[in-house]
C-alpha cells in the first residue's frame, strides 16, 4: 500500500473497458487500505442482475444518465445527483434504462474489488463470459448472484 497522497490527473487515468466503456481506477487497494472508487460508464441497456455482497459496502453516486437500482425492497429511479449506500448483506440489482450511457462514481470498501473488475474484463474480451468463469470469480470477490444476467457483461 502507498503512503503517499493520490492525485490522478485525466491523463493518467488506469482502469478496464467492459462491454466498450470505460472503467477507471481513481483510488484501489494499492493506494488505501479503506475503500476503492471508480468512474464507471455503464452502457445503455445495461444490468447487473440481482446480487449480494457479504462483506463489501457500496456507494454510488450518479453523474450522467439515468438508471435504476432494486435496493432491497425498494425501486430507486436515480437520476444525476442521486446517492447510494448499500451495505453488506442487501441484494441489489443496477440497470441503466435509458438510450445513452450512465455515469456514476462507486466506492467499494474494503478495497480490491478492482481485480474483480479486471477479471471481467478479460472474461470478456472476446464476447459473452462462460457462465461457469463468471459464478468462479463472483464467488471469489463477494459477490453471490441471485438472479440470472439480463445483459452480456
Not at 450522467?64 to 442521486?82: D, F, S
Not at 463470459?129 to 452480456?152: I, M, V, W
Amino acid at each position: 500500500m502507498n503512503t503517499a497522497p493520490v492525485i490522478r490527473m485525466p491523463d493518467q487515468n488506469k482502469g478496464v473497458s467492459l462491454r466498450g466503456h470505460p472503467m477507471v481506477f481513481l483510488v484501489t487497494g494499492e493506494d488505501t487500505r479503506h475503500t476503492s472508487m471508480f468512474d464507471w460508464t455503464i452502457p445503455a441497456g445495461f444490468a447487473t442482475g440481482l446480487h449480494v455482497h457479504r462483506v463489501q459496502e457500496e456507494t454510488f453516486y450518479m453523474l450522467e444518465g439515468e438508471c435504476e437500482w432494486h435496493v432491497g425492497e425498494k425501486l430507486i429511479r436515480a437520476t444525476p445527483g442521486t446517492y447510494l449506500f448499500i451495505p453488506p448483506g442487501v441484494a441489489h440489482n443496477i440497470t441503466n434504462v435509458s438510450e445513452r450511457p450512465a455515469r456514476v462514481l462507486m466506492t467499494v470498501s474494503p478495497p480490491g474489488h478492482e481485480h474483480y473488475f479486471e477479471e471481467l474484463a478479460k472474461l470478456a474480451a472476446n464476447g459473452s463470459p462462460d457462465p461457469d468463469a463468471l459464478s468462479g470469480l463472483r464467488d471469489r470477490y463477494d459477490t453471490d448472484q441471485l438472479s440470472t444476467l439480463t445483459t452480456k457483461a
